[in-house]
């Protein structure tokens, strides 16, 4: 661990030197890359790993029902507070970027002609 910290400390020191432009004056290093147990070692593994899933883009609906969701403890929030209390502020923040993410949606893709939509679902 102490080994750890201290090539940690030492890669930090050359980062800054090298932001104020400065060489270092010594090597930032001296551990292999393949040295198990090493912090380099540690953070190529965790480099080689798969990062997590994007996070799925929510639909229209989804979108328009956190709105109304949103706009509905809005108006439980003004029987309380005034529309300059800050919760009341943020809850028109959240509602306006929710708005123009859905305003950023592509338009849904029209059916095909000829074809029957059933009105109670797939």
């Known amino acids: 661990m102490a080994q750890a910290l201290r090539c ?17 004056q010594r090597p930032v ?6 040295e198990p147990g090493t912090l380099r070692h540690r953070l190529e593994a965790l480099a080689e790993r798969p990062g997590p899933e994007p996070e ?16 509905s403890e809005r108006q439980k929030l003004l029987q309380r507070y005034t529309e300059n209390h800050p919760q009341v502020i943020l809850l028109d923040r ?7 993410r859905l ?13 029957a939509r059933d009105p109670t679902g797939p």
């Open 103 to 115: 305003s950023e949606l592509p338009p849904p893709a029209p059916s095909a002609p000829g074809v």
């Open 56 to 71: 799925a883009v929510p639909d229209a609906q989804e979108l328009e029902a956190r709105i109304q969701d949103l706009q």
């Open 29 to 34: 290093t001296t551990e292999t890359p393949s």
């Open 8 to 24: 940690l400390s030492a890669a930090l020191l050359a980062l800054l030197m090298a932001a104020c432009g400065q060489a270092p």
């Open 94 to 100: 959240r509602i306006a970027r929710l708005r123009e």
